[in-house]
């Protein structure tokens, strides 16, 4: 993992911790993320998943409910790590793209049903958590 020095002396990096059960279980295809999700529910890239799954099949509220409950779920974990409200979530850490990932989704899920000041407000909070996951995620 990269080491991340903040010259700016701005807030340093939060990294969401890692559980290697959920990503052996997703990688050997032995879970579907709905199963990954029920086991784990503080992972947030079954979430993720499950809400990119459903905006792919046009089941937009779905796609919604997944991903504002890995949102939550990565805000919990953010909070507990030491997150402040603010700052740097670098993409670069396998841990904190379950959580970007679902702020993505619920960026893109609030668009499709026209939830527009959310969309924006998720948009946002991406770019300042994690340019790399904006330029990522926002296609």
Not at 45 to 58: F, I, V
Not at 84 to 103: A, I, S, T, Y
Request: charged share 25%; proline share 6%.
């Amino acid at each position: 993992m990269a080491i991340h020095k903040n010259l700016l002396d701005g807030p340093d990096p939060t990294f969401l911790p890692e559980d290697e059960q959920p990503y052996r279980m997703l990688a050997e295809e032995s879970a579907s993320p709905t199963q990954v999700a029920a086991d784990f529910p503080a992972f947030c890239l079954a979430w993720a998943m499950l809400a990119d799954d459903a905006y792919a099949a046009g089941r937009y509220v779905e796609s919604y409910a997944y991903a504002r409950t890995g949102y939550h779920r990565g805000l919990d974990q953010l909070r507990r790590s030491g997150w402040k409200g603010h700052g740097p979530v670098p993409w670069d850490h396998r841990g904190n793209r379950g959580f970007l990932r679902c702020l993505a989704a619920l960026a893109r899920a609030a668009g499709a049903i026209k939830e527009t000041e959310e969309e924006a407000r998720c948009w946002q909070f991406l770019q300042d958590s994690s340019a790399e996951a904006y330029a990522e995620l926002k296609q």
